[in-house]
C-alpha cells in the first residue's frame, strides 16, 4: 500500500509542478501584455493635423451650411475643412479638392507605429499607401512620403492644403489638430 500512497504522491507533485509552469506561462503572457499596453498607451493615438487657412475670421451661417459634409473637430475658424471620408478618399490615393486646392497628405513609412495606428485607424494599410506613394512619383500626386514628425510638420506647413499626423497636439501659424 506504501507504494501506492508514493505513487499518488509524485503524481500530485507532477500536477502541482505543471500548474506551477503553467502559472509562470500566465504571468510571463501577463507581463508582457502590460508592457505593450503601457508602451502603446506612453506613444498615444495619432493626432490628425491640418492646415490653417490664415482667415480667423468665423463661418458666416451660409459658409457652414454648404460645408455639410465637413466633420473637422478642430473649433478653430482657420483650420481647412475636411472629413474622415476625405482622409481616407486621399490616403487611399483619390484625389480630394478643398475649394478649389487639391488636398495634399504627409505620412510616414509604414512600420512606424504612429503610422499603423493613424492609418488602421481610418481602415487602410500602410503598405498599400506606400505603394501608391512610389507609384506617385511617376505621376502627380498629393500624397508625400516623410521619415519623422518633424518632416510631418514641415510637409503639413509647405503643400498647403494638408493634412498629417503627428503623436501630439502641435498648434502653430501654418498647422492645428484638426482630429
Excluded at 490628425?48 to 457652414?64: K, Y
Excluded at 487602410?124 to 500624397?143: D, E, G, M, T
Amino acid at each position: 500500500m506504501p507504494r501506492l500512497h508514493a505513487k499518488g504522491l509524485g503524481s500530485q507533485h507532477c500536477h502541482v509542478a505543471t500548474m506551477k509552469s503553467s502559472a509562470k506561462k500566465l504571468a510571463r503572457c501577463i507581463s508582457a501584455w502590460a508592457i505593450l499596453s503601457c508602451a502603446t498607451a506612453a506613444m498615444g493615438d495619432p493626432i490628425w493635423h491640418c492646415s490653417r487657412t490664415g482667415n480667423t475670421e468665423p463661418q458666416n451661417m451660409a459658409d457652414a451650411s454648404e460645408q455639410f459634409s465637413l466633420a473637422s473637430m478642430s473649433s478653430a475658424p482657420d483650420v481647412i475643412g475636411v472629413s474622415i471620408r476625405d482622409l481616407i478618399d486621399i490616403y487611399s490615393g483619390v484625389p480630394v479638392r478643398v475649394g478649389s486646392l487639391p488636398l495634399s497628405a504627409c505620412f510616414m513609412p509604414g512600420q512606424e507605429a504612429l503610422s499603423l495606428a493613424a492609418l488602421q485607424s481610418l481602415g487602410l494599410q500602410p503598405s498599400a499607401i506606400q505603394a501608391l506613394a512610389r507609384k506617385s512619383s511617376l505621376v502627380q500626386s498629393n500624397l508625400h512620403l516623410v521619415t519623422d514628425e518633424q518632416q510631418m510638420h514641415a510637409c503639413i506647413s509647405r503643400h498647403f492644403p494638408a493634412v498629417g499626423y503627428l503623436s501630439k497636439p502641435m498648434d502653430t501659424d501654418k498647422v492645428l489638430p484638426c482630429f
